[in-house]
């Protein structure tokens, strides 16, 4: 297979201003995201719907995983204000509600402390940095009529991107790179513009607990950003080292800019002008951030990149001897970094089908690879819009996590799971804390939160319960993919306290074990009815697999069996089957045919259980197609019916339903996939997209012994180095 053809025919590749479709650089713990410009120069031409009365946000954001803030409460707030007790089968059991509510994502009525505590710590925007253009000596930022003729490419296969444009009648060619191991970024601006009024600023925001924004540009006052002296140079064209430092509360840290021929000044209180001090025509520099490691902004943890530091990039030698600069040195890591990630792990092509679908398909594929690595492979489970803007203030979504990461052992990219799956060591404790005080065993996972753990006040978030057995599907998937002494002592833990919960929260009737209210099932439509929603179809075979993939566990590590596990797993009560289809929940609606189709997860995200009949999954994804409230779902919904399809043997209905003509199915020319204006993209969709063509290509245990089960007979369909699925 030739992979780099295969990659490279799918580069980004634009010709005219696209507000939803810009590109990015980054690395897992930090991204750049960028306009036609290569920098962030025209902001507002890029917008992330607003929410309320709240102006809109951009989608160009500067992002890294370290970089968190919370605003200064007026006093301290917790949740016990916002608990509230809820009958269940083993009598009442505290849950964090909420006084308020959320009605369309909008929260009403909710208490100031509900407010704080949903919206702090919120993830941060680090900074701007975009071209202006000086006049008479006034600086102004670049509108979209000031630019003409632009072309921007975005090479996969370097992760480097070249954009062209004209300003003032004048060419201007920008090469924009990010760093693999740090988070740092590489310009180098190319143009006569440069000597006659085309400068670069740097901007920076104070952090917003606006839901769709990361940036808040309107209060000056409560942030500082000091610009020391440069360091001294030993010649005119050697590199000198500027550094802002930024104090926002309680948050710390510092931007360095290196460069030579350069002139870096602060022009306005949160405001750097970087210009050439030459004359060639020629900026090039390079832009580190780094985090103090002091309040919300936290430091690296034990991820791919801890080895590195975070000291800027000087010039080094090529290996031909020549002295690079900077940034050139940034490029070079650049491009030497991202031929080794295509060419390791695993690759499908679908280029030799004659089926336009297959080349659509193979585009979203590659686009996927590329955005969830720079987006989802960091030391923190993602947001569900990566490093690129914020949405739910950057809190992540423990549940979406699977959509987000599995796909990476799948694709046999464990180094790149590894990272966010270790994380949940770090909130063990707070976590078995949660089941502690609802009398349950184990840890009890939450739901929406920052670094730390805990749990923001939700009438919807704090009662799934599906996000429970993730860490173990994720930790077996690294095992398949790594079968080692190693991979199962690092994870025991965390596969053997989720388990512990499960089996605890489960309860004996005389039908057998069955999961009890209050509780809202992945389809989350039955919110309004939590405190009796029971036995999901999902979650009970998800129960299941569950307990006795932490059961096989024990036995690969040689420990004592534990029979509760094992007695749950076989007990588990079958799902409610209405008019020969599985129903969403065990009471009445029954289903209701809005958000994830969750019932067919069951077989698809799941290997077959004992709880699940072919039979009646093939007609319930019959009745599902037929007429579910397409508007309603979310991007990952295709790829579930994709893997359902696969599992039953109808590999038409697989592809079909990857590719459904659906407004959350939309995968733009960037490969993000758009849900809505204010969610302009999705990457459990991508992340789920790649889990599901894993399967359908390299198959899963027991299923069809054939080259590619969940393709059509007649696609040509290449693939190599897949890890074949549960």
Known sequence: MDRKALVQRHNVHQERLDPRSPVSVGNGE??????????????EAYPVGARDELPPGTL???????????????????????????????????????VGDIVNDRETDTSQAETWLRANSHRLDLGRVGFRWMEDGTERPLIPADITGTEQTLDLWTGVVTSRFTVAGRPVKVTTACHPDRDELAFRVESPALGAGLVVGIGFPYGSEAWHDAADWNSPDAHTTTLSEPSPV???????VWTAHRELDDSRYQVVITGADLAVEQTEQHRLRVSPSGSDGVLDFTVAFVSAGDGDCIPRGNNRHASQTHQPTRSTKAGNG??????????????????EFWSSGGAIELDATDDPRAKELERRIVLSQYLTAINCSGSLPPQETGLVCNSWRGRFHLEMHWWHAAHFAHWNRVELLLPSLRWYTSVLETSRQTAKAQGFDGVRWPKQVGPDGRESP?????????QQPHPIHLAE???RADPSQEVLEEFAEIVFESAAFMASFAHPTSRGFELGAPLIPAQESYGSIRAKVTNPTFELAYWQWGLRTAAAWRDRLGLESVQEWLEVADGMVPPRVIDGVYAAIDVEPFTIRTDHPSMLCALGVLPQTDLIDPAIMRATLTDVLADWDWASTWGWDYPVMAMTAARLEDPEAAVDALLLGAGKNTVLPNGHNRQTDSLPLYLPGNGGLLAAVALMAAGWDNGPKCHAPGFPSDWTVAWEGLVQAP
């Open 30 to 43: 930090f991204a750049f995201t960028m306009d036609l410009t290569g920098l962030q120069s025209l902001p």
């Open 60 to 98: 160009l954001g500067t992002q890294a995983q370290w970089g968190w803030h919370s605003v200064p409460p007026p006093e301290p707030y917790h949740l016990a204000a916002s608990t509230v007790l809820y009958d269940s089968p083993r009598g009442p059991v505290p849950y964090v509600d909420m």
């Open 234 to 240: 030993q010649d005119h064209h050697s590199p000198a």
């Open 322 to 339: 020549v002295e690079l600069s900077a940034a050139r040195s940034v490029m070079e890591a650049s491009a030497s970094y991202w031929p």
């Open 458 to 466: 939700s009438p919807i978030g704090t009662f799934l319960i599906w």
């Open 477 to 479: 998937l690294v095992y």
